[in-house]
T-cell receptor, first 107, second 111 residues
Framework: GIQVEQSPPDLILQEGANSTLRCNFS?????LQWFHQNPWGQLINLFY???GTKQNGRLSATTVATERYSLLYISSSQTTDSGVYFC?????????FGQGTRLTINP | DTAVSQTPKYLVTQMGNDKSIKCEQN?????MYWYKQDSKKFLKIMFS???????INETVPNRFSPKSPDKAHLNLHINSLELGDSAVYFC??????????FGQGTRLTVV
């Protein structure tokens, strides 16, 4: 089945810093999503981005489907950005998740 | 107005008991899922239903039985609960190959 790998596994930054999270996947996909799991455990949709680039405020994402990777950019980090960021790809009618990147933003 | 809602949010129960988790979506989606998140935060598919029909059963013990009475509901019944069943269970829905939305999760603790 499809494999999804995220890097880095952990990231600790000061408030105001920028970061780039990466997601590699092993096969072509119909769908790619980025989620933020906040400290209360909720999975929040960030981007639905099978290809191309999207921006939402301080966050943006780029998926290069032909090269099988996606990037999530977070600019001017805030403490509320802390949590685990998941990439998930659609493989045969199910979302396959990466192992996540745990982001900690210190004040 | 919550898009994907699951109840209860917390469930603490003894080994050997039977319990159910309910899920409802009001998004008009045709596909619903159950995911399990383990203690290391890894999210793994358990079941997928499309138009009330089971399409994925990902090597889940048969103590777990999903039931979809209609396209808007997917419930999960668990028999003879074991310590290893303790986890967070997430319900989700989507249109086929479309964007998926998740419920708030049910934290199951088996003691």
């Amino acid at each position: 089945g499809i494999q999804v790998e995220q890097s880095p596994p952990d990231l600790i930054l000061q408030e105001g810093a920028n970061s780039t999270l990466r997601c590699n996947f092993s096969d072509s996909v119909n769908n790619l999503q980025w989620f933020h799991q906040n400290p209360w455990g909720q999975l929040i949709n960030l981007f639905y981005i099978p290809s191309g680039t999207k921006q939402n405020g301080r966050l943006s994402a780029t998926t290069v489907a032909t090269e099988r990777y996606s990037l999530l950019y977070i600019s001017s980090s805030q403490t509320t950005d802390s949590g685990v960021y998941f990439c998930a790809v659609d493989g045969a009618q199910k979302l396959v998740f990466g192992q996540g990147t745990r982001l900690t933003i210190n004040p | 107005d919550t898009a994907v809602s699951q109840t209860p949010k917390y469930l603490v129960t003894q080994m050997g008991n039977d319990k159910s988790i309910k899920c409802e979506q009001n998004l008009g989606h045709d596909t619903m899922y159950w995911y399990k998140q383990d203690s290391k935060k890894f999210l793994k598919i358990m079941f997928s239903y499309n138009n009330k029909e089971l399409i994925i059963n990902e090597t889940v013990p048969n103590r777990f039985s999903p039931k979809s009475p209609d396209k808007a509901h997917l419930n999960l019944h668990i028999n003879s609960l074991e310590l290893g069943d303790s986890a967070v269970y997430f319900c989700a829905s989507s249109l086929s190959h479309g964007e998926a939305f998740f419920g708030q999760g049910t934290r199951l603790t088996v003691v």
